[in-house]
């Protein structure tokens, strides 16, 4: 270990590129780039190729780059495993690393194939609830955590890989309480070192904007266009409305099967002239969609972590309506900053629409709630300084330990 505590630290990350969103860029550090910017530590990307195949080394921002020949894009798989593992242990021998960070199934190489696995920690970092737990959990209800219990040793060895990469990191970062305890619950009995810590979020791109005068309200959705997604209850909502003249945006790629079936399903529900499907965005276009909105839409049936796009929303002031789920009661206030309603109730989410739509002032009072949360809990230098304090814990600790 070269590192001193405080001080300027050497990193490798394990990552894959976005596909749809930014198809260039390695998904981590699209993530935590603001965080890795202020903490000045000099980070190494190994990621996939570009999709058109292309290989080498780039400077992408803050990071070296190295795009791995031999991989495929956008694919976590034994050719990533093998090239990433034996390009760590090059670089590694010329200036050795620090710490090593990459989420889920990225590290796997390293962690299996990697010599100096054992001697340079790792960090993960988690942003997906599980799925089977959130399932479990959104049927069996005050009979979930015993019924977890029971069918975790399965799950655990289903995804034999990616539990393996968990209890080998030094800490498994998460970005909400929730999916924290989750984590511990997912292998109860042999736990990963899992703690809750969110990523910041700049609020100074988006601006808030009240709803133009005289044009129908906008309702506005953002993410992957998927079914657990919530993207057939996005148009139940809308033809729910008594208010019959807002219109809703579905931001995000969609393949052409869905986006037929959703064409479809809003003809059949009589909606078809009310909605738009943009396709994606990118980042920097994104606040302008958002700008001028009545009510962000989130009724997503999928274990999410901590969802960027509802906090995107909340920076540009505007109030949420979601499915309630255990994430995002930590990040939407019920009656404050949002609503929070019974999950696969499309009812319930439009009686609530209604309600903000026909009452400005509430929209109002509530997007400006959820835009000083995201300020104060979200605020970038807050967080930054627990991810310092957390990396040079993990760091201290590896040097602690006697050679091997």
Partial sequence: MHYVNGNRM????????????????????????????????????????????????????????????????????????????????????KRPFDLTFGRGKSVWGFVSQSANAARVPLVLHEGTYPKWLHKIETRFGPLAPAVARALAPAFALKNGETRACKQAAARVVCNSSAL?????????????????????????????????????????????????????????????????????????????????????????????????????????????????????????????????????????????????????????DDGVTGFLVPIRSAKAMAERVDQLLADPALRARMGAAARQKLETKFRPEVINARWRVLLDEVVAEAASRPSR
């Fill in 180 to 332: 924290a305890e989750a984590e511990k619950l997912a292998v109860w009995w042999q736990p990963p070192r899992a703690v809750p810590l969110e990523y910041g979020f700049d609020t100074t791109p988006y601006r808030v904007e009240p709803p133009p005068a005289g044009q129908p309200p906008r309702l506005i959705f953002v993410g992957r266009l998927t079914w657990d997604k919530g993207i057939l209850p996005m148009i139940d909502v809308l033809a729910q409305l008594k208010n019959r003249t807002a219109t809703l945006e579905a931001i995000g790629p969609a393949s052409p099967a869905i986006q037929q079936r959703l064409l479809n399903h809003a003809q059949q529900a009589g909606v078809a002239d009310r909605y738009s499907l943009p396709g994606p965005v990118r980042n920097d276009e994104l606040p302008d969609h958002l700008a001028g909105a009545s009510v962000f839409l989130f009724p997503s049936t999928h274990g999410e972590g901590l969802p960027k796009s509802v906090l995107e929303a909340m920076a540009a002031g505007l109030p949420v309506v979601a499915y309630r789920t255990k994430v995002l009661e930590e990040v939407v």
């Fill in 10 to 93: 050497r990193i490798c990350a394990f990552s894959r590129i976005m596909g749809e969103h930014r198809p260039h860029y390695p998904s981590l550090i699209s993530i935590l780039s603001p965080m890795f910017r202020e903490l000045g530590h000099e980070v190494t990307v190994l990621t996939t190729v570009m999709p058109d195949g292309a290989s080498g080394v780039r400077q992408e921002g803050i990071a070296e780059v190295h795009y791995l020949a031999g991989t495929k894009a956008d694919r976590l798989d034994a050719a990533f495993y093998a090239a990433s593992a034996r390009a760590f242990d090059a670089l590694h021998a």
